[in-house]
């Protein structure tokens, strides 16, 4: 029997294998964003099959006995729409965004996907060798290795802080059997969202999709998910570069935790826009950077704070110095303001798309199982106090962190 919740300003219907259906009808609009999201990622993994998650992301494009890999990349494209997937350390997110008329065409394709990809053995060695190639890129690319190498320096031995790509080695160990295998374990309604906001049918969606997903596996297999330990290790690599990639982070918090408004608070009186402190400082009065911003990485159990800099290797020493200065002097009320009236701005401004609605509803859905208005958040961020703020900032000492640093240089000073 099909249960529904109908929280404000969304829908949600449980199908009757499991799968959650989160919908949200914009009559105003003349297009839909879908989300298929399967509740597993990098995280999931052992060492010895490290990238299955990423891997099997690349797969589901690849063929269905119905499609070929060119007959799915055509269905939506051919109609002015387009049909994607990432994966990140939590989750692997399938998504289309199409006009309304063809909703229906999209919900087949991406059910037909992930039901039926055939892994092809030919395929899978194909792919391979494609997603060797997206590492080799990442490698090349200064800032994506950097922060690369920092997720490891940070969260050692740990999955979190394992590259979500895979290396080299474990992508060449993948095996066609080792990523079915993956896929039979996390691939199953209990760990599938589906989130749909724009111009649909709820109804004739949920109908729709209680037919297309019948034969999903109702369970996955159990798994625990262990906190990571934050490290404050310090990294210089050498790199011969023109600039040199500035990554800092400490222990931050998990998706769910209380203090998790007054970590934005932060990151907006540090980072949010030209007029923030680390824009301000670093760069438009000392000419240490062209780029610096701090950021908030939260998941379940565990997250940091971080900041990133690129920089001229003899300017190193001073922006680690002017940054930590920043970062130990005191929060004003002016500041903090500013913070609120921007952060609410940008969650305003951005509900504006369908995308960012259907994707607010499937990670409230995953992370707190319940939606969340945004009334709540404004009123939560409204309450923060200048005293909260200031305590947050005067613990993240230089000390507590963590650090990487890749480019043309051997040795800093700093800290």
């Known amino acids: 029997m099909t249960n529904v919740v109908a929280p404000p300003?969304?829908?949600?219907?449980?199908?009757?294998?499991?799968?959650?259906?989160?919908?949200?009808?914009?009559?105003?609009?003349?297009?839909?964003?879908?989300?298929?999201?399967?509740?597993?990622?990098?995280?999931?993994?052992?060492?010895?099959?490290?990238g299955?998650?990423?891997?099997?992301?690349?797969?589901?494009?690849?063929?269905?006995?119905?499609?070929?890999?060119?007959?799915?990349?055509?269905?939506?494209?051919?109609?002015?729409?387009?049909?994607?997937?990432?994966?990140?350390?939590?989750?692997?997110?399938?998504?289309?965004?199409?006009?309304e008329d063809q909703v229906e065409l999209a919900l087949d394709v991406l059910s037909d996907?992930?039901?039926?990809?055939?892994?092809?053995?030919?395929?899978?060695?194909?792919?391979?060798?494609?997603?060797?190639?997206?590492?080799?890129?990442?490698?090349?690319?200064?800032?994506?290795?950097?922060?690369?190498?920092?997720?490891?320096v940070f969260w050692p031995d740990h999955p979190m802080g394992r590259p979500i790509a895979g290396t080299r080695n474990s992508v060449r160990r993948l095996?066609?059997?080792?990523?079915?295998?993956?896929?039979?374990?996390?691939?199953?309604?209990?760990?599938?969202?589906?989130?749909?906001?724009?111009r649909i049918d709820g109804d004739k969606v949920v109908a729709q999709l209680e037919r297309l997903l019948a034969d999903l596996p109702r369970k996955s297999a159990p798994h625990t998910l262990t906190t990571p330990t934050a490290s404050t290790r310090r990294v210089v690599k050498y790199r011969d570069t023109e600039q040199v990639q500035v990554l800092l982070g400490t222990d931050g918090v998990s998706v769910d935790h209380p203090d998790l408004y007054i970590h934005h608070m932060l990151d907006a009186i540090l980072s949010g826009g030209m007029s923030a402190r680390l824009f301000q400082q670093v760069r438009e009065k000392r000419g240490l950077c062209y780029s610096i911003s701090s950021y908030g990485a939260h998941h379940r159990l565990g997250g940091m704070f971080g900041i990133y800099?690129?920089?001229?290797?003899?300017?190193?020493?001073?922006?680690?110095?002017?940054?930590?200065?920043?970062?130990?002097?005191?929060?004003?009320?002016?500041?903090?303001?500013?913070?609120?009236?921007?952060?609410?701005?940008?969650?305003?401004?951005?509900?504006?798309?369908?995308?960012?609605?259907?994707?607010?509803?499937?990670?409230?859905?995953?992370?707190?199982?319940?939606?969340i208005p945004i009334e709540e958040i404004l009123e939560r961020m409204e309450a923060i106090t200048v005293e909260q703020v200031s305590d947050l900032a005067a613990r993240m000492a230089p000390d507590q962190f963590s650090f990487t640093i890749v480019g043309p240089l051997r040795r800093i000073k700093a800290l």
């Open 52 to 99: 299955a998650s990423h891997f099997i992301e690349h797969m589901l494009f690849k063929g269905t006995p119905s499609r070929s890999a060119l007959a799915i990349a055509r269905a939506l494209e051919d109609t002015g729409g387009s049909l994607n997937a990432f994966t990140n350390k939590e989750q692997t997110c399938y998504y289309a965004r199409v006009l």
């Open 309 to 371: 800099a690129g920089t001229n290797a003899r300017k190193v020493d001073d922006l680690l110095a002017v940054t930590f200065e920043e970062l130990q002097r005191p929060i004003t009320h002016e500041e903090l303001d500013r913070a609120k009236r921007q952060t609410r701005g940008n969650l305003l401004l951005a509900l504006e798309q369908p995308r960012t609605r259907a994707n607010r509803m499937a990670r409230n859905e995953l992370f707190h199982g319940r939606f």
């Open 113 to 152: 996907m992930l039901l039926h990809s055939l892994f092809d053995p030919d395929e899978v060695k194909r792919e391979r060798k494609v997603i060797l190639e997206e590492i080799k890129m990442y490698e090349d690319n200064p800032d994506e290795y950097a922060s690369e190498l920092f997720q490891t």
């Open 9 to 50: 300003q969304s829908r949600k219907v449980t199908l009757s294998n499991g799968v959650r259906v989160l919908l949200e009808e914009l009559p105003h609009v003349h297009s839909a964003s879908i989300g298929f999201w399967v509740d597993t990622g990098s995280r999931n993994e052992t060492p010895e099959i490290e």
């Open 175 to 198: 095996s066609r059997e080792a990523l079915l295998a993956y896929k039979d374990r996390f691939y199953a309604a209990d760990r599938l969202v589906v989130s749909i906001a724009g």
